[in-house]
């Protein structure tokens, strides 16, 4: 909103006479207070004789083709200056700018007498254009009668020593779309008392006036009426009125429609001005029936929607509410009787009408962003008078006032001390209270605290949050201490975040690249994988507004997601990849509770425990997963070979990994049916449970089945893995290595076994046949050939057995290895290779 620097100062000044700013120290103010300003655009610097000047004559040139006037106008001088002007909006005896020669006006532009057609130019009459103050180019700039006498210098009649300040309302703050808004927060910028103008205004009672209905459907809440009788339309505007209004953008039209726009400026409230004898009957505020016509001032027939509001008499709808009125009734240059509107209109409707006819108005503007509905009539008072005060006419006693359901205030309850806890800040006793009277709230002391009613112009102050935030913003948002909070001692990282962070790092030394999958799954995907209908990982919950229309399903696997960054970047030339990823999955089942029945909270108080227990058992389960792509080499190519490709091997030890990275001994087990992976090549992966032989199974790993790659476009013999981190046993354990001083004793050894007995198992029982004695054991060759004969396999293993007290010897590590062997030919036919 732009308004010149001379009107702020003005507004000030009523309360403190001697209240003087630069433009930048008002700059600065605003800044203070929350508000950006845009622009400081200073009046251009004339030098020069220009003055005041009255037109004596005029002298009609028609031999030319454009007309061209030949005036004498008088400057103060002995003699008239002649000046030839092309502009046609002034008359005799009319009061004009006259720039003589020497004047330099903006540009630069000097002024000197010269010739024109025919005759010789003593001086220019200007425009505002000229003059730098506006972007009027109707004509030239006629000052009212009476402005001053000719001759006087016209910088200091126009007040040229100013500036336009563009101040950035934003929509929350629509009541600072007007001087008194802006008045108002720059008398807290420089701590002065601040005289609300709408103060001044007297409203008497209201009567039986022009019948007026409002219908309830139209959402509207106010409208008054008012008739102003003998009005002279021709009657200019004075001078200081205009200016504001060139400042502002709005170009001045006659008195009337400019003192309806400089209230509107000046109060907030948008007025408008109908000619009274066009208007037939009863004035009715209602939606538009389908189809309807009206034609805007803007000279375009528009058919109207139900959803619009219009104000209309007995012949059919007469003005678009809040947006714009109608050619059928505007003011003309034969109108002696006005009917002025105030009202105050749904702003939703206003903005949806707007949007539908590509229709937008100062008034508009103000009505979207909510105009107060307590300044209705004090705005038809002030408007009334200064048309009375411009026009002449005589307003009636008689005037109309409608009202729907008139908004209740609201009484908000804060303490003393809520900014200075919110801000961490202590601030002088009474901060609260005095910065939240100069909003305009009235505050009422209490026991432990105070009770706050905000003023009707602000309706975005409804919780105690708004309260503090106003009170922290004038007092200087800058000024809050920027600290870091202090842990208490003894807290920190769970063992659940411990257990997130060791995962993740784990993986990353371990060669794998983390990434951020996008949360929600492309639409089909468990279709390509082939899932059956009764699969879990179907049981999907969907999002009401998605960002993207194929993608309404939360994820409750991490590698659809995984998957697709793997082909995008093989896309793009990367097919070497190890890629990670941790984060929160979705399963569709949910408690006993559904989100349809947890209600909306109120939010002006802490949710009780049987609110947040609804809310948690409403919520679905939301388990923490890891998962990873291989594809590609595992180990790089270079001058020490041509390096290895990923297989399943490297699947099951990243499980390995994922588990000795969150403390637990992690087992992986055959699995042939569990897509997407290899029936062949797959493998659960299980930790101990809750008995001394149960297993939970919290994932699974290997190679993903051939089809579903080729499906995907995946190369063959990607592998992945997927682990439920928070079923992981979550046990605090603090390191406690066993050392002995004493030598190892190291043994290999090779059993046969059928070539479907998984190595895992072979695993598990040497293990539990060596004995205390075996410290470490590892698989290290796996071997198929007629030398172990068909259908057999030969794993080979690295054994290493050591005593804690005492050194070892080989017969007691042949006794252990053997001991092995026996067991494993028991549990799973091994035998000795």
């Known amino acids: 909103m732009r308004v010149p620097q001379s009107w702020l100062t003005e507004a000030l000044r009523v309360s403190t006479p001697d209240w003087t700013a630069t433009a930048e120290e008002i700059d600065a103010g605003f800044v203070r207070v929350g508000f950006e300003i845009e622009d400081i655009e200073k009046f251009p610097t004339i030098t020069g004789p220009l003055v005041v000047g009255r037109v004596a004559t005029i002298e009609e040139l028609t031999e030319f083709k454009k007309p061209i006037r030949f005036c004498t106008v008088e400057v103060g001088e002995d003699a008239p200056r002649e000046i030839v002007c092309g502009a046609r909006n002034f008359a005799v005896g009319d009061l004009i700018v006259a720039a003589l020669p020497g004047t330099v006006l903006p540009g630069p532009f000097e002024i000197a007498s010269r010739k024109t057609y025919g005759k010789v130019s003593d001086g220019m009459i200007c425009s505002v254009t000229e003059l730098g103050i506006g972007n009027d180019h109707s004509g030239i700039l006629v000052l009212a009668p009476g402005t001053a006498e000719p001759g006087a210098d016209a910088r200091e009649v126009l007040g040229l020593h100013d500036a336009a300040i563009d101040v950035n309302v934003t929509p929350d703050r629509g009541y600072a779309f007007s001087m008194r808004g802006l008045g108002r927060e720059l008398a807290s910028a420089f ?343 009764d699969d879990p990982r179907r049981l999907t919950v969907k999002v009401l507004n998605p960002l993207e229309a194929d993608r309404p399903e939360l994820n409750t696997t991490l590698l659809p997601g995984l998957l697709e960054m793997t082909a995008r970047n093989i896309a793009r030339g990367q097919r070497d990849l190890s890629l990670f990823a941790i984060g929160q999955v979705v399963e569709g089942s949910v408690g006993s509770v559904t989100p349809a029945v947890v209600a909306a909270l109120d939010v002006t108080r802490r949710p009780t425990e049987d609110e947040v227990a609804a809310i948690d058992a409403a919520l679905p389960i939301q388990p923490v997963h ?101 079923e992981l046993p979550l046990d605090v354990v603090l390191p406690a290595p066993a050392l002995s001083v004493f030598p190892a004793v190291l043994q290999d050894l090779a059993v046969v076994v059928d070539a479907d007995v998984p190595a895992g198992d072979v695993d598990k029982a040497l293990r539990a046949g060596a004995g205390e004695l075996l410290e470490a054991l590892d698989l290290f060759d796996v071997f198929v050939g007629e030398q172990v004969g068909e259908g057999k396999k030969s794993l080979a293993f690295a054994l290493r057995f050591r005593a804690s007290d005492r050194t070892l010897t080989e017969e007691e590590a042949n006794a252990a290895k053997l001991a092995a062997v026996d067991a494993a030919a028991t549990s799973v036919g091994a035998r000795l290779r």
């Open 191 to 533: 701590a002065v008392p601040y005289s609300d103008p709408a103060a001044e205004v007297i409203v008497g009672p209201a009567t039986e006036g022009w019948p007026v209905d409002i219908e309830s459907d139209s959402a509207a809440t106010r409208y008054t009426a008012r008739i102003i009788s003998n009005v002279d339309v021709s009657a200019d505007s004075p001078w200081w009125l205009r200016k504001r209004l060139l400042v502002a953008g709005i170009r001045p039209i006659s008195g009337i429609v400019d003192v309806t726009n400089y209230v509107m400026i000046e109060l907030g409230q948008p007025l408008h001005a109908f000619d009274a004898d066009k208007i037939s009957g009863a004035i009715t505020v209602r939606n538009a029936a389908a189809g309807e016509k009206l034609t805007t001032l803007d000279g375009i027939e528009r058919t109207l929607d139900p959803e619009d509001v219009v104000i209309a008499d007995d012949s059919g709808a007469i003005a678009l509410a809040g947006v714009m009125g109608g050619a059928a009734t505007e003011v003309s240059s034969d109108t002696t009787r006005i009917l002025l509107e105030s009202a105050t209109f749904d702003q939703v409707r206003v903005f949806r009408t707007g949007k539908r006819h590509k229709l937008t108005s100062e008034a508009s503007k103000r009505f979207e962003r909510l105009v107060d509905p307590e300044i209705t009539a004090i705005a038809s008072v002030r408007a009334a008078t200064l048309i009375t005060q411009i026009a002449g006419g005589v307003i009636a006693d008689d005037w109309t006032d409608v009202r729907v359901a008139p908004i209740e205030p609201v009484s908000i309850d804060i303490a003393a001390d809520a900014p200075d806890k919110t801000a961490g800040k202590a601030y002088p006793a009474g901060t609260t209270r005095t910065r939240l009277i100069e909003v305009g709230c009235a505050v009422a002391e209490r026991a432990n605290g105070l009770t706050v009613t905000p003023p009707s112009w602000r309706p975005d102050l409804r919780q105690r949050a708004d309260l503090v935030e106003e009170v922290l913003r004038l007092e200087g948002l800058e000024d809050i201490p920027a600290i870091i909070p202090t842990a208490p001692g003894g807290s920190g990282l769970t063992a659940a975040q411990r257990r997130r962070r060791s995962v993740g790092r784990t993986l990353a030394l371990d060669g794998f690249v983390e990434v951020l999958p996008y949360p929600f799954m492309p639409a089909g995907v468990f279709d390509v994988w082939g899932l059956a209908d």
């Open 626 to 726: 890891v998962a990873t792509v291989l594809t590609g080499l595992r180990e790089p190519a270079g001058p020490w070979g041509p390096g290895r490709v990923a297989d399943a091997t490297d699947a099951f030890e990243a499980a390995r990994t994922v588990g000795r990275a969150a403390g637990v001994a992690v087992e992986l087990v055959a699995d042939s049916e569990k897509l997407p992976w290899h029936p062949g090549r797959c493998a659960r992966v299980v930790v101990p449970g809750n008995g001394s032989d149960e297993q939970v199974t919290v994932g699974w790993a290997g190679e993903l089945h051939p089809a579903v790659l080729e499906r995907a476009g995946l190369p063959k013999g990607t592998c992945a893995v997927e682990i439920s981190i928070d």
